[in-house]
């Protein structure tokens, strides 16, 4: 067994949080729609979210002329059509 596999099976650290009840009713019900323990659920989204986050903070490295048509769209973005209009626009599924 390799070192990161024992050190993800272990599970000896304790994480505590506190939260409201409202804020606890809605990850449980998450949780549940998942088919996931509470915490299993949380630990799953925190984890998720530390990646994404890691992830994003990404140097990345281009040459001369990769560079400048990077920096051409950034200057320049496209217009956002009508479909994507009109999806920033609706209610949520949560809001309707």
């Not at 650290?13 to 323990?37: C, F, P, T, W, Y």
């Not at 509470?38 to 986050?53: G, I, P, W, Y």
Request: no cysteine; proline share 3%; aromatic share 6%.
């Amino acid at each position: 067994m390799t070192r990161s596999s024992r050190d993800a099976a272990r599970k000896d650290d304790v994480i505590q949080i506190r939260a409201s009840a409202g804020m606890k009713a809605v990850l449980s019900r998450a949780a549940s729609l998942r088919g996931q323990k509470l915490s299993e659920f949380m630990l799953d989204s925190a984890r998720k979210q530390a990646e994404e986050t890691i992830l994003d903070q990404r140097a990345f490295f281009l040459d001369a002329d990769a560079h400048e048509k990077f920096l051409d769209l950034l200057d320049t973005p496209s217009k956002p059509s009508e479909e994507l209009r009109a999806r920033m626009t609706r209610k949520p599924a949560w809001e309707r």
